[in-house]
């Protein structure tokens, strides 16, 4: 396939139009590169000429100055590419253009083909993610003093009693969503592309849940399959039996996915491990050890996801060392005890945004990038008035 060249005239004003999004891309060779290939000439020009809400196609087509029927084909590919969204409503097709993180580099990986060099884009987005941690896309995206995901607790490890049963289990919100759909593992697909495998043996295909709109999209478009509460339920046992961690959208109203996610594997929690501590959303509970009982086995150890727990040796004895700033209080590690000697307890109940809009403000707000959301706002009141 042919790819289009990396010069201003549509790479730079693509890229300057992602940047609008609470989470940016960075801008150097390397993600030239994955934008070249995934994006063509014409569907880089036309996404930088997206507004930061949803539009229709008559709107797209003002903004391109494209003759509409050519435009509805280009916007047809960029769905199945997984680049925009198309969202049809009471006979209306509106569109909105992904964001790259969370957006177009999962759904990159999110089912299998052969449209486009997976291999090259696995070592490309690898290259690009975590070649510079402190200063390159992990800050930007791991950055904020708000997380764009959070995780979510073991029902089973919280107390009856709890009050953020509600929001913090993964069966909660897949019940309340009413079913969704599953589909390939982004992260382990792409390790797959790189010769790599995951350590934990988690499952590739239909782990990663979707819901709402976005499983309706997801499923139109072959990135997954639509599944049932009681299917969507039987994926979250088989990631409880692998010990995987629940991570989720940070927010309460409608959260859009379900990512089951191991240490060696996630980018998410590779961040946690880099030092962004902070940078996925924490439960309102914390692992604590029975040094009594524990037995300093280190089946635990072996079962976190972020490498928050540790055996280590003092004066002539092993004992488990909890490191409570890394903690999710997910619960992976507590089945793996043979002793019993884990539990979870309460500590902060975690802040949550209600909304995405309002958790999309807040991070844009914390990074001094809220005014052209704001503009965007306005203009859309005005043109409801004056319709």
């Known amino acids: 396939m042919g790819h289009h060249t990396t010069s201003k005239s549509s790479i730079v004003p693509l890229i300057d139009r992602l940047n609008k999004y609470p989470i940016g891309l960075v801008d150097n060779d390397k993600l030239r590169q ?3 290939i ?9 996404a930088s000429r997206f507004p930061l809400h949803e539009a229709t196609l008559d709107e797209l087509a003002k903004r391109t100055n494209y003759p509409t029927g050519q435009l509805a084909e280009l916007l047809e590919t960029m769905a199945n590419k997984g680049l925009v969204i198309d969202m049809p409503h009471k006979g209306v097709v509106y569109y909105l253009l992904l964001p790259g993180l969370i957006g177009f580099f999962e759904f990159t990986f999110m089912k299998q083909r052969a449209d486009l060099p997976v291999a090259e884009l696995a070592k490309l987005m690898g290259e690009y993610l975590y070649a510079d941690p402190q200063n390159g896309q992990a800050s930007e995206f791991f950055g904020s003093k708000t997380p764009l995901t959070r995780t979510l607790a073991y029902e089973e490890t919280i107390p009856v009693s709890s009050q953020v049963t ?3 289990g993964a ?3 897949i019940r309340k969503a009413g ?4 589909g390939l593992c982004y992260c382990r697909h792409k390790k797959e592309h790189l010769d790599e495998s995951c350590a934990k043996g988690a499952p590739v295909e239909g782990i990663c849940i979707s819901l709402g709109s976005a499983a309706k999209f997801m499923a139109r478009r072959g990135f997954a399959e639509t599944k049932t509460v009681d299917e969507l339920l039987a994926i979250i046992d088989t990631a409880r039996e ?3 961690t629940h991570i989720t959208d940070n927010i309460r109203h409608k959260p859009s996915f379900i990512c089951n996610c191991c240490s060696c594997c996630c980018e998410l929690l590779a961040g946690v491990q880099a030092g962004y501590t902070e940078g996925v959303g924490k439960t309102g509970y914390r692992i604590a050890v029975d040094a009594e009982s524990c037995s300093s086995c280190g089946l635990c150890v072996k079962a976190c996801n972020v490498k928050a727990l540790e055996v280590a040796t003092a004066e002539k004895s092993r004992q488990l060392a909890i490191k409570e700033e890394v903690c999710l209080g997910c619960g992976a590690c507590l089945s793996t005890c043979p002793k019993d000697a884990l ?5 902060t109940e975690p802040i949550i945004p209600h909304k995405k809009k309002e958790l999309m403000k807040q991070i844009l707000k914390e990074k001094k990038r809220l005014t052209p959301f704001v503009i965007d706002g306005v ?9």
């Open 34 to 36: 994955i934008l070249a």
């Open 38 to 46: 995934l994006f063509s000439e014409e569907e880089a020009f036309v």
């Open 166 to 168: 509600s929001y913090a």
């Open 171 to 173: 069966r909660e919100i």
């Open 179 to 182: 079913g969704g759909a599953a």
């Open 242 to 244: 692998h010990n995987l």
């Open 343 to 347: 539990t979870m307890v309460p500590v």
């Open 379 to 387: 203009k859309q009141k005005l043109k409801k008035m004056l319709s």
